[in-house]
């Protein structure tokens, strides 16, 4: 079950079937792979977890909310969850060095790298003074995030401006109305922001507001820059969690995975069309620079 779209999740699928390959599972010889897109809307993860118990699969692979979902449809069935933000505070686990239960996966840390972000937001722009927090108030992931931004901008003397986003047509009115009241926008890491990364993009450029994200894929969509978990590094990591499971293994005794490798993307095209330029220190780090 994906949070957002087929094309928005391309490569992270990709990731995941390769990986699964590569442990011997290919797809329409050994192994079958139902695909489930919730295009941004949350509410649809509960009627997919319902028609996979249904259907009674074998393992349900799932993203960010979707985890809570599959739990609440089926006791049995083994989930894993390749991208979470918050799998304690959700719910989905009771611990994440012995998950108990039938779910387990990986976790994307996105609050916990929120200050990282706004430290390499202020770094790449001396100047920042205000930034303005896109969030999604319907993700409870994305409102914990807010509060360590709101905390790591306490220390560094930024002030924070709220910009909710509870649906698609929030999107544009959002981002423009804080065009005057803030040097750049940090949109928290959430499926429903991935899902409509072009519109975010789009407009923020519209505006003149330097974007900073914790999606890859964002910046390569058009936003400045982005830092956080190697998305396509979880996926594979749950095509290990799933063999596992397949070859006997229970969810309840698989621990959690934290992210190992974290991944600095700057996109030049956009920093050029914001009349803004990447100080050294941070291209040096980039892991990926878009031209």
Partial sequence: ?????????????????????????????????????????R????EFAAEFVRRDVDVILTDGGGALAAKQAT??????????????????????????????????QASDTAGKRLQLLRETL???RRVAVLVNPNYRAAVLETGEVEAAAQKLGLEVIRAE??????????IEGVRDRADALYVCTDSFANSNRELINSTALTVSLPTMHGFREMAMAGGLMSFGASLPGLFRRAA???DKILRGAKPADLPVEQPTTFDLVINLKTARALGLSFPPSILVRADLIVE
Wanted: net charge negative.
């Fill in 1 to 41: 079950m994906g949070a957002s779209s087929r094309t928005a999740q391309a490569e992270w699928t990709a990731a995941f079937v390769e990986r699964l390959r590569e442990l011997g599972w290919t797809e329409g010889q050994n192994i079958a792979i139902e695909y489930r897109w919730a295009e941004g809307r």
């Fill in 43 to 46: 509410d649809r993860f509960a």
């Fill in 75 to 108: 006791s049995t069935i083994p989930v894993v969850f390749a991208v979470a933000a918050d799998p304690l505070g959700m719910g989905v686990v009771s611990s994440l060095s012995r998950p108990g239960g039938n779910v387990t996966g990986s976790s994307v």
């Fill in 126 to 128: 001396p100047l920042l």
């Fill in 165 to 174: 986003i509870p649906r698609v047509e929030a999107i544009a009115p959002a």
């Fill in 240 to 242: 290990e969690t799933v």
